[in-house]
């Protein structure tokens, strides 16, 4: 087990966490006809925005409730109010899910329940669904902010059970905010390849796949749809990915009955063989020959890739969750991580993490312990380039966010595919930085010779 | 907020250097020049955000900002400013505050460590200190803090006292500014000074446009003392009071600064811009003709026509090969303040076509330029809504849209040639070199032959897929 050091600083320098208002607002975007609203200064939101954009290269639907000064000492319920009514009349979106920012949370309004005094009295919003998260900056992170979004949609939209939900063949699915849209799809696929049907909620495959569509929507357009989200008490089953989905897939579990299992990852040949035989399980179907093939092509990945792996120091930066999928995988190839930093420290997954120590901090604190323990690759977001290029070490970018490469929003890392690709993309890493011998890397065969100088042991006496 | 942020907010509104203000009626004017934001219909960004554009150029100093994670968090590390040497400037420094600091009061006490950390680790020339919305709500003062630090730690801690919530990237902008007067320039000697040294206001030095500028001051022997703020170091700026001249390129946003140099030091400022090669050449006139009433030797005027007649003819030379190609093109040019009067003469020296330009953030002043220049006001165009600008472009009123990566994908996704002329772009196009750059892009952009190809739609959603494979010379007939 890991020993967890949080580091005690006044100052973040090179932030490796990205804030929880604007992970709750990328969940709200994996829904259909959706528009993410925060609750704060405009600025908040046109941060976000560009950050959101930088890292999809696509439009991004996100809008604010503009608090300025005095709306702030005042009291925003004013501003939320307005705010719902313009983007109603203007854009017409299905689903508002708002998400509170410190400015407003640091004021500790109770802003829920104005939320439906404001639904009660206003006609015109009875066409949209809107939803509340309290999601300050200064709690928690991406990982945080993602899963209280998640848990607001399904206490106000998902219908509980009861005796009138007919059961159907569907699975639900909470990924968790590191899952690609290529993860998901895969997912899905894989789901419908038993026979079974896959309601996804936050569906960003639908959203943020990056399409071109034939007008210009000003909400998302594709994602988990409303009509679904409420249906979800007809599933068998809930498959949640990461332990930061756990508390939403249990609120889940409580409203509609829906026994649920929680994957810390789905990356790896285990755990992509225990999903496997669940939804074997859960369909009644025999595994489809077509996962028989790619398991098999991912041990042999495994196998010609190992020889890149063994005996490598990693060093890797990411929120808890996706540290720890991360962080096993390599370890699980035989790799040593050597230097752990984790964005928030509010995770039971970071006990789990194969590594001597784990760092709650920031990217420099990864950049002075890959130094000190001579990482050979750095693997966290594209902040991380500045880093990376001081220790002259490669950067493999993950997570949250990646700006300064494309397809980021189909690079796989799931299932049997995800797992052989991801291989491959270490192992080519390594290939790449691999160098020709010269004498000099052989300078230890023999152990330097001692020389004496100031003391003369003379040789045993003979006799 | 606090009373002396108020009094520098009123005073900036009542900046008589600003065109805009002086047009404006007693009543008008006390309004300020914020427009009251629409709940749910809003963007741009914070006055936080325009006072870490304005100073972040500062190459060798700490950005440190005091605030929760998502101020500095989401947007570190997201401009292409450029440094000839340090990089220091280039991390993302907050103090990060906790739920602690807010119910405990101790955000002051956590900057002034944070402070004195950055200090032990870096050693900079200073740390210029950002406060923000939350601790300007909760009542840090920054100032107090910063003053301690300045006289505790012996380096010099600069407050920039612009938290978001006072008002628009603008404002910011002026606050950077009012934070430089009070508390940095003026407050070291320069350890040389001559006849011919110039500071230029508002130039960041995006994808290094500084550098496309330099050399031509050089070859006049102009010196550059301090770039406010583009790959500054704390010293050029801090000694930028001995300086004979002040260009101000980015139209309002340092005016203050300008003008109040001119109070307090006596330097002649002028307003002028690097983009397009007319403005570059005027430019540099301006800066000539005001360093000999400053007493600069009087043959630099002559020497300055000569490089200008020399580079211009080098630039058209090296744009003839495009104006053929460019002619008659149509530009939809989508951007505030300063650039486009520069661009819309700098698009008119190729021959093309400017359907339409924003007007957005001009001044008055701004407004009659373009009016001069496309004869008339017709094609100036306030806030396009997105949905109306992706009509527009899928309707072929343009061939081009120039803009910030605000309006990146609304062109992309109506199929749409798209260039970057914002803060985020990653070419230079100052100068008479820049011209050329701007230029080459806009070709490679509209030359490039994906764009018929992704127009296409695909052979079955127009119907005969027979005649579609009969009409494939390539494919061999499936008999
Ligand atoms: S508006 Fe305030 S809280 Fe939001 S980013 Fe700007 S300074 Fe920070």
Aim: hydrophobic share 40%; net charge negative; aromatic share 6%.
């Amino acid at each position: 087990m890991a020993t967890i050091i949080q580091r005690r600083r006044a100052v973040s320098i090179n932030p490796l966490k990205s804030s929880a208002p604007l992970g709750a607002a990328l969940a709200y975007l994996g829904i259909d006809g959706s528009i993410p609203l925060l609750h704060g200064s405009q600025g908040c939101t046109s941060f976000a925005l560009v950050l959101l954009v930088r890292h999809f290269k696509e439009t991004i639907p996100l809008q604010t409730t503009a608090m300025e000064e005095v709306a702030t000492i005042l009291g925003g319920s004013g501003n939320m109010e307005e705010a719902l009514l313009n983007l109603t009349r203007r854009v017409k979106p299905r689903f508002i899910g708002i998400a509170s920012t410190a400015l407003v949370e640091t004021r500790g309004e109770d802003y829920a329940g104005d939320l439906k005094l404001i639904m009660d009295r206003q006609p015109e919003l009875a066409h949209t669904r809107v939803v509340f998260a309290s999601t300050p900056d200064y709690a928690g992170a991406l990982e945080d902010g993602w899963a209280r979004a998640v848990s607001a949609v399904i206490s106000s939209i998902v219908l509980p059970w009861s005796p009138a939900v007919t059961p159907f063949r569907q699975v639900n699915i909470l990924p968790g905010v590191h899952q690609t849209p290529a993860d998901i799809e895969a997912l899905k696929d894989m789901v419908e390849s038993f026979g079974l049907y896959p309601v996804v909620l936050p569906d960003l495959s639908g959203s943020l796949d990056g399409h071109v569509a034939d007008a210009w929507i000003p909400t998302t357009m594709g994602g988990a749809r409303l009509e679904e989200i409420e249906q979800m008490a007809r599933a068998t089953h809930t498959i949640a990915i990461g332990e930061h989905m756990r508390a939403p897939a249990e609120l889940l579990g409580s409203l509609t009955g829906v026994p649920l299992t929680v994957f810390p990852t789905l990356t790896g040949l285990a755990p992509c063989d225990r999903l496997v035989a669940l939804l074997s399980r859960l369909s009644g179907n025999a595994v489809p020959g077509r996962y028989r093939r790619e398991r098999s092509q991912l041990v042999d990945a495994m196998l010609d890739g190992h020889f890149h792996f063994g005996g490598r120091k990693i060093a890797i930066g990411a929120d808890p969750d996706l540290l720890c999928a991360l962080s096993h995988f390599f370890a699980g190839m035989g790799a040593e991580i050597v230097a752990a930093v984790a964005s928030t420290g509010n995770s039971p997954s970071l006990d789990a993490i194969p590594a001597e120590t784990v760092i709650i901090g920031d990217l420099t604190d990864l950049e002075d312990a890959a130094r000190e323990h001579g990482a050979e690759v750095l693997v966290t977001h594209s902040h991380g380039r500045q880093g990376a290029h001081r220790l002259d070490i490669p950067l493999m970018r993950v997570g949250f966010p990646i700006f300064d490469r494309l397809g980021t929003a189909h690079m796989l890392s799931v299932g049997y595919r995800g797992t052989r690709d991801l291989i491959f993309r270490v192992a080519n890493l390594f290939m790449g930085q691999m160098h020709d011998h010269v004498p000099a890397d052989f300078a230890d065969v023999l152990p330097a010779p001692i020389v004496e100088e100031s003391s003369h042991v003379s040789p045993p006496a003979t006799h | 907020m606090s009373e002396s942020l108020k009094a520098k907010v009123t005073e900036l509104f009542n900046e008589p250097g600003c065109d805009k203000n002086v047009a404006k009626g007693e009543k008008e004017r006390k309004k300020g020049c914020s427009k009251p934001l629409t709940p749910g219909a809003a963007a741009g960004g914070c006055a936080f955000d325009g006072a870490k554009i304005a100073l972040q150029p500062i190459v060798d100093v700490v950005h440190l900002v005091h605030g929760p994670l998502a101020c500095e968090g989401n947007g570190w590390d997201n401009r292409h400013a450029a440094s000839s040497g340090p990089t220091l400037y280039r991390l993302g420094v907050t103090t990060d505050i906790t739920e602690m600091d807010i119910v405990m009061g101790s955000g002051e006490k956590r900057l002034y460590k944070a402070i004195r950390e950055v200090i032990a680790r870096y050693a900079p020339p200073a740390v210029f200190v950002y406060s923000t919305c939350v601790p300007a709500l909760i009542g840090d003062d920054v100032e107090a803090v910063c003053r301690h630090a300045t006289d505790k730690l012996g380096t010099p801690c600069i407050p920039v006292n612009a938290p978001g919530f006072v008002g628009s990237k603008n404002l910011g902008n002026k606050l950077a500014g009012e934070a430089l007067l009070d508390h940095v320039i003026g407050t070291m000697e320069p350890e040389v000074s001559t006849p011919t040294d110039i500071n230029i206001l508002g130039e960041y030095n995006l994808s290094g446009e500084l550098w496309q500028i330099r050399p031509l001051l050089d070859r006049l022997g102009i010196r550059l003392h301090a770039c406010i703020t583009g790959d500054a170091r704390y010293r050029e700026v801090a000694s930028a009071h001995r300086a004979r001249v002040n260009m101000m390129v980015c139209s309002t946003a340092l005016i203050n600064v300008a003008r109040k140099m001119e109070d307090r030091w006596g330097i002649p400022y002028f307003e002028g811009s690097f983009y397009g090669i007319d403005d570059t050449s005027t430019a540099l006139r301006a800066i000539a003709q005001l360093l000999v009433k400053q007493g600069a030797p009087a043959d630099l005027l002559d020497r300055t026509e000569e490089l200008i007649a020399s580079e211009e003819a080098r630039a058209w030379q090296r744009l003839a090969p495009y104006r053929d190609r460019l002619a008659g093109k149509r530009v939809l040019l989508y951007t505030g303040g300063v650039k486009s009067w520069s661009i819309v003469s700098a698009l008119q020296e190729m021959g093309m076509v400017v359907v339409g330009t924003s007007v957005r953030k001009s001044t008055d002043n701004d407004k009659k330029k373009i009016s001069d220049l496309m004869g008339g006001d017709a094609h100036m165009v306030d806030n396009i809504p997105p949905r109306e600008m992706y009509a527009q472009l899928r309707r072929g009123d343009a061939d081009i849209l120039l803009s910030g990566g605000r309006t990146q994908f609304v062109a992309l996704k109506a199929k749409v040639p798209w260039l970057d002329i914002n803060q985020e772009r990653h070419h230079a196009f100052a100068g008479y070199d820049g011209m050329v750059t701007l230029v080459r892009e806009l070709d490679r952009s509209l030359s490039n032959p994906m764009w018929q190809e992704v127009r296409n739609p695909a052979p079955w959603e127009v119907g005969d897929i027979d005649a579609f494979l009969d009409d494939a010379p390539l494919l061999v007939p499936i008999s």
